[in-house]
C-alpha cells in the first residue's frame, strides 16, 4: 500500500446532487489486470447524503464516472452477501454501511477508503476470487446427512433443539469473516471461519447425523485449531453471528467428545 | 493473461482440493498442551523468578554454591526439570504454529521447522543432562 501520486482528478459533476447532500471523498483500491501491475488508489469526490449506503457511492461512481469499476452487488439488502469489501479497513457489506455513520469530524473532509476483502485473490477492482472460499465451504459438507430410511413425515425437532444452532443459520457465505481471519491471510489452506460456522450449523442440528464426519474434518490440521480467538470474524460478520464462540463450541465438541 | 491458470481450475470444477482428514488428534492434544503447560509454566516461571530475584537478597546471592545447594535437593531438580521441558515444547510448539502460519513457501515452513526441532531437542537433552549428571564437586581446577 505505497502512497502512488493519484494521477487523474475524476469529473463527478454528473453525479446528481440532491438537496442536503455533502462531498466526501471515496478512496477506492483499483486494479485492472490488464493494464496494471498492482492495485493503486483513486479518489473521487462524489456527492453524498447522510442516509446513502456506501454502495449507492459505489453505484454512481460506476453510473456517471468510471463504467471500468468493477465489484460484486446482487439484492443491495444486506441479504445476499454479494458486497462484502473493506471500508476504512473493516470488513462489511456495502449495502448496510450508512454515510452519516463513517462522516469526519464537523469541518473536516471526510474520506471513505474502499478496498478488496483480504486473503482471496483480486480479480479486479473490488471483486475476489470467491473459489477457495466455497471450496472451504463445500469442504465441510454443509448439507443434512441423515441414514437410515427416509422418514414418511417431516423430521420434528423440539424448539430447545433448533435454539441450539439458531445462531450459525444466518451466514450469507458473504467471506466477511474469513477474510478478515489473519491466520487465513497468511496460508489460505485455513477452512476459515465461515466454513466452520456452517459446520457448526449442522453438527449441532438434531436431525443431522454427519456430526463425527465434519468434526473428523475439522480436527485435522487446517481445521478448528489454527483459530487463535483474535474475534476478528465476530467483529465483521453483517448478521451478528457470535463466530468466534461457534468455532469454540465445535472445540470443546472435538475436546469433550460430545455434541 | 490469468487464462491458462483458469482453464486449469475449469477441468475439474468439483473435485476436492484438500488432502483427505488425516485422523489424528495432534492438533488437538497440542492445544490442550499449551493450556495445561502455560498455567503451569506460570507458577513455576514466576516461583522461579521470585526465588531468584527477590527472596533473600535476590540476585546477589547467586554462585555455584548457592545452584549445587538447590540441586541437591530432588524437589529443585524436579521444579526445574519440569520448568525446562515444558517451557521448551510450550515455546517449541508455538514456533511451529508461527512457521506454520508465516512460511510462504512449504520449502521454507520444512527447513524452518527443522532448525527449530533440532534447536529443542539440543536444549532439551543438555538441559536434562545437566540437570541429572550435576555434580558439585568439581575439582578447582
Known sequence: ?259 | MADSTSALALDKPRSPRRPAARRNNFELYSWVFMRISGLALVVLVLGHLFIMNILDGGVHRINFAFVAGRWSSPFWQFWDLSMLWLAQLHGGNGLRTIIDDYARKDNTRFWLKMLLYVAMAVILVLGTLVVFTFDPDIPAS
Open chain 1, 1 to 259: 500500500m505505497t502512497a502512488v501520486a493519484e494521477s487523474t482528478v475524476h469529473d463527478t459533476s454528473q453525479i446528481p446532487a440532491p438537496e442536503g447532500s455533502l462531498t466526501v471523498t471515496v478512496k477506492i483500491q483499483r486494479f485492472n489486470p490488464e493494464i496494471d501491475d498492482e492495485p493503486h488508489w483513486e479518489s473521487y469526490d462524489v456527492p453524498a447524503l447522510p442516509t446513502d449506503r456506501v454502495l449507492n457511492l459505489l453505484m454512481n461512481i460506476k453510473n456517471y464516472v468510471d463504467g471500468t469499476l468493477s465489484f460484486r452487488r446482487s439484492c443491495a439488502h444486506g441479504i445476499c452477501g454479494s458486497d462484502a469489501m473493506q471500508i476504512n479497513g473493516i470488513n462489511r457489506l456495502a449495502c448496510k454501511v450508512l454515510v452519516k455513520d463513517l462522516l469526519a469530524k464537523k469541518g473536516k473532509q471526510t474520506t471513505i477508503t474502499v478496498a478488496p476483502i483480504k486473503g482471496l485473490p483480486t480479480m479486479k477492482d473490488l471483486y475476489v476470487d470467491m473459489e477457495p472460499f466455497f471450496e472451504a465451504y463445500r469442504a465441510v459438507k454443509p448439507y443434512l446427512i441423515a441414514y437410515g430410511n427416509e422418514p414418511t413425515r417431516e423430521r420434528i425437532q423440539s424448539a430447545a433443539d433448533r435454539e441450539r444452532f439458531d445462531d450459525t443459520t444466518k451466514c450469507i457465505l458473504c467471506a466477511c469473516c474469513t477474510s478478515s481471519c489473519p491466520v487465513y491471510w497468511a496460508d489460505g489452506s485455513y477452512f476459515g471461519p465461515a466454513a466452520i460456522v456452517n459446520a457448526h450449523r449442522f453438527i449441532f442440528d438434531s436431525r443431522d447425523e454427519g456430526a463425527e464426519e465434519r468434526l473428523d474434518i475439522l480436527n485435522d490440521a487446517e481445521g478448528v485449531w489454527r483459530c487463535r480467538t483474535t474475534f476478528n470474524c465476530t467483529d465483521a460478520c453483517p448478521r451478528g453471528i457470535q463466530v468466534t464462540k461457534a468455532i469454540q463450541e465445535v472445540k470443546r465438541a472435538l475436546l469433550f467428545k460430545r455434541v
